[in-house]
């Protein structure tokens, strides 16, 4: 059985700090670090203004630098499975940065041009055991990581709304995925032992305790990741925006169950109508969850959950066989309050809420029937970004 163990942040860091002195010849005079998260509920509506509840998990980024007195930018990154990729770019106070191969690097540049001061030249050192590719938010890590990492070189501090807003906008502009907020924002302002709600209209937040003494979340990743041609979610988002055109409202957000059946009256595309029911419908069911959690009320949160997921393979259709398969097995299996998709979807992740004491029997269930090679991880809600200290 294949479980994701957190390193955690003490051998990230040494791990960061020992390739720095290897590559760069110096110690390190900055870092920082931020978490992957994983969303309980409430998928697909962030661009659509409603609200999420994600909570950040235990896997990290970690930055480690220190300016080179030179005009470029240069970048070290050591992948989870110890692979080494680097990148060198110009610094914002030699150049007007555009986004360029390597396409990983633009999660980075697109941080530093977006950094609202000019920043001089540096050497850096990034390490993460954030899993990539799983619907975990490994690119969001990255910019918030390197974002806080920029505060601590700089002494430049920005708050933290502020924060996730440049680090949307890095990923909106450089690497042209047009994310909603609910990413930077978690990956910015997780809680220990609480979820966040996020209302994305307004941005206000509210932490919602989660006591993991009875119930867990079991994340497991599909390991499948279906190569899409790369519209699927901006086609989703313009989905969405055309229902809000045709109802007049300013997002989906504002849409009534009301205005489901006039979608129809007015002649609307079937797809289009599928859409706008699954996101008026997911923010309703997050705003239930939200208040169901600290009251412990599992089974009614489990319910919501398992309506979720089918919203979003037959209204959205963006699961695909494998979620369908993982969330049909831990249906069927005793101590799952409920389960779903997470994630962008078409591979990624499938989350359950377990009773504690079922948890490993649950993961054998899992592990005999799922037709693919299942990795699993017990979610324990964690902080998020921080200025780390060097010794």
């Known amino acids: 059985m294949t479980e994701a163990v957190a390193k955690g942040e003490t051998t990230l860091l040494r791990l960061a700090c020992d390739k720095f002195v290897a590559a760069y010849g ?27 509840l994600p909570v950040a998990l235990p896997f990290l980024t970690v930055v480690v630098g220190a300016y080179n007195n030179t005009d470029e930018c240069k970048i ?73 990492f920029l505060e601590a070189l700089t002494g430049t ?29 978690i990956v910015t302002m997780g809680k220990k032992d609480h979820a966040l709600l996020i209302d994305c209209r307004s941005l206000e937040s509210t932490h919602i305790p989660m006591d993991s003494n009875e119930a867990v979340i079991l994340v497991v990743n599909s390991n499948v990741k279906h190569q899409l041609t790369g519209s699927e979610y901006p086609q989703r988002r313009a989905q969405c925006q ?21 979608l129809k009256w007015l002649n609307c595309d079937e797809l289009v109508c599928k859409r706008a029911t699954h996101v008026v419908e997911e923010i309703a069911r997050t705003v239930e969850v939200a208040e169901l959690l600290p009251q412990k009320a599992f089974t009614e949160v489990g319910q919501r959950f398992y309506q979720s997921h089918e919203s979003l393979s037959k209204l959205m259709e963006v699961s695909c066989p494998e979620l369908d398969q993982l969330v049909s097995i831990m249906k069927s299996s005793p101590g799952v309050y409920g389960a779903r998709m997470t994630g ?7 989350i359950a809420l377990v009773k504690k004491e079922y948890v490993e029997d649950v993961k054998k269930k899992v592990q005999s029937q799922y037709n693919g090679k299942p990795v699993f991880f017990v979610c324990q809600p964690s902080d998020g970004a921080r200025i780390l200290k060097l010794n």
Request: hydrophobic share 40%; glycine share 10%; aromatic share 8%.
């Open 242 to 262: 055309e229902a809000a055109m045709k109802l007049k409202l300013p997002s989906l957000r504002s849409a009534h169950v009301e205005d489901l059946k006039e």
């Open 76 to 148: 070290l990154s050591i992948l989870a499975n110890g692979q080494e990729a680097t990148a060198t770019f110009p610094a914002t106070t030699a150049s007007v940065l555009k986004p360029g191969a390597p396409a990983w690097a633009n999660y980075v540049k697109g941080v530093v041009a977006n950094f609202p001061e000019k920043v001089r030249g540096f050497d850096v050192v990034i390490v993460s055991d954030v899993p990539m590719g799983s619907g975990v938010s490994s690119s969001a890590s990255l910019e918030v990581a390197f974002f806080t």
């Open 344 to 350: 962008g979807g078409f591979g990624g992740c499938a």
């Open 157 to 185: 501090r920005v708050e933290p709304v502020k924060k996730a807003e440049l680090c949307q906008k890095a990923e909106h502009e450089f690497p042209g995925m047009p994310c909603g907020i609910m990413d930077q924002f």
């Open 26 to 52: 110096r110690n390190p005079v900055a870092a920082a670090g931020a978490p992957g998260r994983v969303n309980l509920i409430g998928e697909h509506v962030d661009y659509c203004e409603g609200y999420v």
